[in-house]
């Protein structure tokens, strides 16, 4: 069946633009991360779903970045008033939500703020 | 608060050798242990994982780890690498009925015939 879908692929913005990166889950998967990858860097957490709630945004670096998933399903992370260091490959992943099922994670959208 | 640390940023080496890649990691709780895999253009994959029992688990591809509680290290091991496994690997922790991952920094493992 189909992965993890994340769209675009690649975005390259202005500084100070808004942004909405898409993520869309395998069917039927409940739990829904983002991730951030900086250059030469592991991924780090950002925000977990569970179902439409947001279950831990502990990693959201600030204000300006924010995830919705109204229906469960496809989730979007959006960050307002862009900075160069937002600049990262943002990773999403979705797994069954039961207990110790694996992550599957997407391609990523590679975010460039010029 | 848990963290991980990958010791080489990058391995280099010949086909068909044997190869060990280093992570430790820092809990203060019990935690579960990931190895993942990013081929180049691709998504990261699950390599394998410790959740308890044995502490030699096997992966896919032909790779195990050994989960080593005194020394707080999750090292990851080949006996014979191709030049297929060309890839970024990444050691998680997770406190244990967690769902958030920690990541290391990652290890570029290159292959050269």
């Known amino acids: 069946g189909a992965g993890v879908s994340q769209t675009p692929s690649n975005k390259v913005t202005e500084k100070g633009k808004y942004v909405e990166l898409r993520c869309d889950p395998i069917?039927?998967?409940?739990?829904l991360y983002w991730y951030r990858q900086s250059l030469g860097q592991g991924p780090e957490f950002l925000i977990y779903?569970?179902?439409?709630?947001?279950?831990?945004d502990s990693g959201l670096p600030n204000d300006r970045f924010f995830a919705v998933r109204p229906e469960g399903s496809v989730s979007t992370l959006k960050i307002q008033r862009t900075e160069r260091g937002d600049s990262a490959v943002y990773l999403c992943?979705?797994?069954?939500?039961?207990?110790?099922?694996?992550?599957?994670f997407g391609n990523g959208t590679r975010l460039t703020v010029t | 608060a848990q963290s991980v640390t990958q010791l080489d940023s990058q391995v280099p080496v010949f086909e068909e050798a044997p190869v060990e890649l280093r992570c430790n990691y820092s809990?203060?709780?019990?935690?579960?242990l990931f190895w993942y895999v990013q081929y180049p253009n691709q998504g990261l994959q699950l390599l394998l994982k410790?959740?308890?029992?044995?502490?030699l688990v096997k992966g896919i591809n032909g790779f195990e780890a050994e989960f080593n509680k005194s020394q707080t290290s999750f090292h990851l091991r080949k006996p014979s690498v191709h030049i297929s496994d060309t890839a970024e690997y990444f050691c998680?922790?997770?406190?244990?009925?967690?769902?958030?991952?920690?990541f290391g920094q990652g290890t570029r493992l290159t292959i050269n015939p």
């Open positions: 998680a922790v997770s406190r244990q009925g967690a769902q958030k991952l920690v």
């Open positions: 992943a979705s797994s069954s939500g039961l207990h110790n099922s694996p992550l599957h």
């Open positions: 069917s039927g998967h409940t739990a």
């Open positions: 410790y959740l308890s029992g044995s502490t």
């Open positions: 809990s203060s709780v019990s935690v579960y």
């Open positions: 779903f569970q179902g439409t709630g947001a279950a831990d």
